[in-house]
């Protein structure tokens, strides 16, 4: 199975700073078939970025993805209050598909 | 619009089956895709597997011995059946559509004796 492995752990900073977390798989995504998933406490995970670049509906444009192959990036341009979060990646393209183990962007 | 609502039991002993539904609701159901995914506490989260309408289904290995994933398409609902548990299947538990758009609220399921 493909394994994804996110960095950092933990980001902390500032609203209006910008984040950029890392997701890195051990063998190459299958069509970069790589989405990005927002997740707060108590709710089900929201999803960000698809296919690797692809904004779902109605996500801002604040969130951009970016990679292929191995290596894929998620970056919040200018976080906003309600962006502070666990995020995680997954890839599906392959099964079975496989979570990153999360971010954590926190308030500094 | 698209709503995906799941129930089932959140308290199980050991040993016994985890059943969870989920019904669709707003979403034409030809063509549909479900999966489950679990996510323990204080853990990330890990998927179970998916079917679609006609009920072909795909899981993790991790947990095909112990999986099964059903369709009901005249109540357009998918279920999930996990048997045998123990402690470490105690986590929240997600449906979602093939595109992971639509998500179930998620549901408790905690295994203590």
């Known amino acids: 199975e493909i394994v994804l492995t996110q960095s950092p752990g933990t980001l902390s900073l500032s609203p209006g700073e910008r984040a950029t977390l890392s997701c890195r798989a051990s063998?190459?995504?299958?069509?970069?078939?790589l989405a990005w998933y927002q997740h707060k406490p108590g709710q089900a995970p929201r999803l960000l970025i698809y296919g690797a670049s692809n904004r779902a509906t109605g996500i801002p444009d604040r969130f951009s993805g970016s990679g292929s192959g191995t290596d894929f990036t998620l970056t919040i341009s200018r976080l906003e209050p309600e962006d502070f979060a666990v995020y995680y990646c997954q890839q599906y393209g392959s099964s079975p598909q496989t979570f990153g183990q999360g971010t954590k962007v926190e308030i500094k | 619009q698209v709503q995906l609502q799941q129930w089932g039991a959140g308290l199980l002993k050991p040993s016994e089956t985890l059943s969870l539904t989920c019904a669709v609701y707003?979403?034409?159901?030809?063509?549909?895709?479900c999966s489950w995914i679990r996510q323990p506490p204080g853990k990330g989260l890990e998927w179970i597997g998916e079917i679609n309408h006609s009920g072909s289904t795909n899981y993790n290995p991790s947990l095909k011995s112990r999986v099964t994933l059903s369709v009901d398409t005249s109540k357009n609902q998918f279920s999930l059946k996990l048997s045998s548990v123990t402690a470490a299947d105690t986590a929240v538990y997600y449906c979602?559509?093939?595109?992971?758009?639509?998500w179930g609220q998620g549901t408790l399921v905690t295994v203590s004796s």
């Open positions: 979602a559509d093939g595109d992971y758009v639509y």
């Open positions: 707003g979403e034409s159901f030809s063509n549909y895709f």
């Open positions: 063998q190459s995504v299958s069509s970069n078939y």
